[in-house]
Protein backbone atom coordinates (compact mmCIF):
# COMPACT_ATOMS: atom_id res chain seq x y z
CA UNK A 1 0.00 0.00 0.00
CA UNK A 2 0.99 3.12 -0.82
CA UNK A 3 0.77 6.23 1.86
CA UNK A 4 0.78 10.30 1.26
CA UNK A 5 0.97 12.14 4.87
CA UNK A 6 0.53 15.75 4.87
CA UNK A 7 -1.05 18.25 6.93
CA UNK A 8 2.31 19.21 8.49
CA UNK A 9 3.22 22.80 8.96
CA UNK A 10 4.38 25.61 11.66
CA UNK A 11 1.81 26.40 15.00
CA UNK A 12 2.37 28.48 18.19
CA UNK A 13 2.65 26.31 21.03
CA UNK A 14 -1.02 25.78 22.08
CA UNK A 15 -2.18 25.37 18.75
CA UNK A 16 -4.21 22.53 16.35
CA UNK A 17 -3.25 20.85 13.51
CA UNK A 18 -4.94 18.12 11.23
CA UNK A 19 -2.29 15.73 9.59
CA UNK A 20 -4.18 12.87 6.88
CA UNK A 21 -2.57 10.05 5.17
CA UNK A 22 -4.17 8.82 1.96
CA UNK A 23 -4.17 5.68 0.77
CA UNK A 24 -3.48 3.11 -2.25
CA UNK A 25 -2.76 0.03 -3.80
CA UNK A 26 -4.21 -2.28 -1.43
CA UNK A 27 -7.27 -2.36 0.13
CA UNK A 28 -7.35 0.34 3.09
CA UNK A 29 -9.93 -1.61 5.21
CA UNK A 30 -7.62 -4.76 5.60
CA UNK A 31 -5.18 -2.58 7.47
CA UNK A 32 -4.91 -1.12 11.14
CA UNK A 33 -3.38 2.16 11.16
CA UNK A 34 -0.88 4.01 12.70
CA UNK A 35 1.27 7.48 13.25
CA UNK A 36 4.87 7.64 14.27
CA UNK A 37 7.47 10.39 14.84
CA UNK A 38 10.83 10.86 14.77
CA UNK A 39 12.05 14.49 16.65
CA UNK A 40 15.77 15.68 15.55
CA UNK A 41 17.98 13.61 16.95
CA UNK A 42 15.85 10.98 18.16
CA UNK A 43 14.55 7.70 17.35
CA UNK A 44 11.25 6.76 15.49
CA UNK A 45 8.91 7.02 18.59
CA UNK A 46 4.55 5.35 18.38
CA UNK A 47 1.95 8.18 18.95
CA UNK A 48 -1.63 6.18 17.78
CA UNK A 49 -2.53 3.60 16.43
CA UNK A 50 -6.46 2.82 15.17
CA UNK A 51 -8.09 -0.51 13.91
CA UNK A 52 -9.44 -1.53 10.69
CA UNK A 53 -13.32 -0.28 11.65
CA UNK A 54 -11.87 2.23 13.92
CA UNK A 55 -13.72 0.70 16.93
CA UNK A 56 -10.32 1.11 18.56
CA UNK A 57 -7.72 3.06 19.13
CA UNK A 58 -4.39 3.75 21.18
CA UNK A 59 -2.03 6.47 22.12
CA UNK A 60 1.20 7.29 23.31
CA UNK A 61 1.01 8.59 27.18
CA UNK A 62 2.59 11.79 25.54
CA UNK A 63 -0.23 12.81 23.61
CA UNK A 64 -3.09 11.26 25.40
CA UNK A 65 -5.67 13.58 25.82
CA UNK A 66 -4.64 15.97 23.27
CA UNK A 67 -4.56 13.52 19.82
CA UNK A 68 -7.15 12.29 17.75
CA UNK A 69 -6.62 9.38 15.69
CA UNK A 70 -9.56 8.67 13.28
CA UNK A 71 -10.49 7.28 9.84
CA UNK A 72 -12.56 6.96 6.83
CA UNK A 73 -12.40 4.00 4.86
CA UNK A 74 -14.70 5.37 2.15
CA UNK A 75 -11.83 7.85 1.50
CA UNK A 76 -8.95 5.35 2.51
CA UNK A 77 -7.87 8.27 4.80
CA UNK A 78 -6.37 7.94 8.30
CA UNK A 79 -6.54 11.47 10.25
CA UNK A 80 -4.61 12.65 12.94
CA UNK A 81 -6.31 15.67 14.54
CA UNK A 82 -3.27 17.16 17.17
CA UNK A 83 -4.87 20.13 19.88
CA UNK A 84 -2.85 21.68 22.64
CA UNK A 85 0.37 21.61 20.92
CA UNK A 86 3.51 21.63 23.00
CA UNK A 87 7.10 22.70 21.46
CA UNK A 88 7.89 18.81 22.19
CA UNK A 89 5.67 17.79 19.90
CA UNK A 90 7.99 18.96 16.81
CA UNK A 91 8.65 16.34 15.17
CA UNK A 92 8.89 14.60 11.08
CA UNK A 93 5.51 12.75 11.36
CA UNK A 94 4.71 9.32 9.75
CA UNK A 95 1.89 7.17 8.89
CA UNK A 96 1.71 3.63 8.40
CA UNK A 97 -0.15 0.72 8.01
CA UNK A 98 0.48 -1.68 10.76
CA UNK A 99 0.70 -5.64 10.84
CA UNK A 100 -1.85 -5.89 13.72
CA UNK A 101 -3.61 -3.56 16.58
CA UNK A 102 -2.56 -3.50 19.93
CA UNK A 103 -3.74 -1.74 22.83
CA UNK A 104 -1.16 -2.96 24.94
CA UNK A 105 2.59 -1.67 22.77
CA UNK A 106 2.98 0.07 19.90
CA UNK A 107 2.33 -2.10 16.69
CA UNK A 108 4.50 -2.85 13.74
CA UNK A 109 4.35 -1.22 10.96
CA UNK A 110 4.68 -3.37 7.52
CA UNK A 111 4.09 -0.41 5.55
CA UNK A 112 5.85 3.85 6.07
CA UNK A 113 4.61 6.78 4.30
CA UNK A 114 6.60 9.74 3.92
CA UNK A 115 6.89 12.06 6.85
CA UNK A 116 5.13 15.45 7.21
CA UNK A 117 6.94 17.93 9.52
CA UNK A 118 5.06 19.78 12.27
CA UNK A 119 7.33 22.40 13.90
CA UNK A 120 5.76 23.91 17.28
CA UNK A 121 6.94 27.46 18.48
CA UNK A 122 7.23 28.14 22.20
Known amino acids: VQLQASGGGLVQAGGSLRLSCAAS????????MGWFRQAPGKEREFVAAIRRTGGNTNYADSVKGRFTISRDNAKNTVYLQMNSLKPEDTADYYCAALRYYSDYDPPPAEYWGQGTLVTVSS
Open 25 to 32: GRTFSNYA
